[in-house]
């Protein structure tokens, strides 16, 4: 943490790519779609997008086009963005095709204002399909989808670059669900394919589906990329893939910024929840819910402090949690300044707090922690990455 400073993320720009090394193996000469949507999981979208595309991550993807923009102002050289969300105004359109970014379709009207936007720049734009086979959030039905892969492919001022499907399951360990999406779109591309539909990218496995690995890639030997997210911060989908060696790339902490001696019965904090059972020492750190925090931690979560854990004491504030870090007489006791982590260092080992730790206690996913903190807390990058 820096000179000065209360409350910082560090992002470990060399776990990141060692990550993203781990992906590459899982990929087998794939391509390797990287995901940097939601500021690259709130770990700061232009350090960790340079730092992946120096790892060997030829493609990058965001959610919208603003996303986009934001990377392409910052320089970034990556030959392709994919904008997962697609479009949704003409002025996005033209943004599109003016950035070299790759917008998705997910029916007529996005494939109208790409044509329009298309034709007015004298020039195709690249888009990819997403089919739904499943997932039932996003893309073309399996019903319509052949119909519309040929609408696209004979689209003016349109080019298919790729099709895509989304798992809405792959964190499980039953498979089945992933393997009937895969028949479902399978049989999708062969349909299309045999009325002239040729996509040069193809693309099923979210960072689960990859980690579950060779029985989800093998049985659609099409994909030519994967799209791995959660995993490239070093984060577990799920419990079944955690003996791959993903290491944490954010550590969110806080120096203590206060000591106070509390009576047995004293309450600390809004609705005075917590009482003190015996003398204890309430440490406050400079952390809420502003920043990332969860409410729902109060009481259930810990944080790592002077060695060892120490449980947060009271309801977590906007701005302030307490910690009881017990009645300490020995020279080694917390002091002031002493930084405290949230979640960050360790993958649930003694020595450290994993975000899926931090996650459970809240009764949440790992993805909320991560993009949750909050943007009064500095992202402070570690490990170099190229600066283009």
Not at 306 to 327: C, E, F, N, Q, T
């Amino acid at each position: 943490m820096e000179e000065g400073g209360v409350r910082e993320a560090t992002i470990d720009l060399g776990a990141l790519r060692a990550n993203a090394a781990v992906a590459l193996g899982l990929a087998e000469g794939r391509e390797v779609i990287a995901v940097v949507k939601a500021d690259a999981y709130g770990h700061g979208a232009v350090a960790v997008a340079r730092s992946l595309i120096e790892g060997g991550c030829r493609r990058l993807a965001v959610v919208s086009v603003e996303e986009a923009v934001e990377l392409r102002d910052a320089g970034l050289s990556a030959p392709d963005i994919l904008v997962l969300a697609g479009l949704h105004s003409r002025a996005e359109a033209e943004e599109a095709g003016g950035r070299r970014l790759t917008p998705v379709v997910h029916g007529d009207e996005g494939l109208s204002l790409v044509a329009e936007a298309g034709r007015s720049l004298g020039e195709p734009i690249s888009v990819e399909a997403e089919v739904d086979t499943g997932m039932t959030r996003m893309g073309v039905a399996p019903e319509g989808a052949v119909d519309f892969l040929v609408r696209v492919v004979e689209t003016d001022g349109v080019d298919l670059a790729g099709v895509f499907t989304h798992f809405s399951r792959a964190d499980e360990v039953d498979l089945k669900p992933c393997f009937e999406q895969l028949a479902v779109f399978r049989g999708i591309l062969d349909s299309a394919r045999g009325l002239g539909v040729e996509p040069r990218s193809v693309h099923v496995a979210n960072s689960a589906g990859l980690l579950a690995g060779k029985p989800i890639l093998d049985a659609l030997p099409e994909v030519t990329a994967v799209r791995p997210g959660l995993m490239l911060y070093g984060v577990s989908p799920a419990p079944q893939f955690e003996t791959v060696p993903l290491q944490p790339v954010m550590c969110l902490q806080a120096r203590v910024v206060r000591l106070q001696d509390v009576i047995p019965g004293q309450p600390v904090g809004y609705g005075g929840t917590f009482r003190a059972r015996n003398k204890t020492r309430i440490a406050t750190l400079p952390l809420g819910y502003a920043d990332g925090v969860p409410c729902a931690a109060a009481g259930r979560g810990w944080v790592w402090l002077g060695g060892k854990r120490h449980p947060i004491a009271g309801r977590v504030s906007m701005d302030y949690l307490g910690v009881d870090v017990g009645w300490q007489d020995d020279p080694q006791r917390v002091r002031l300044g002493d930084r405290a982590v949230i979640f960050g260092n360790g993958k649930r080992e003694a020595a450290g707090i994993s975000v899926e730790e931090a996650a459970a206690w809240a009764e949440t996913i790992p993805y909320e922690p991560l993009v949750r903190v909050g943007r009064r807390v500095p992202r402070r990058a570690v490990g170099a990455a190229a600066s283009g």
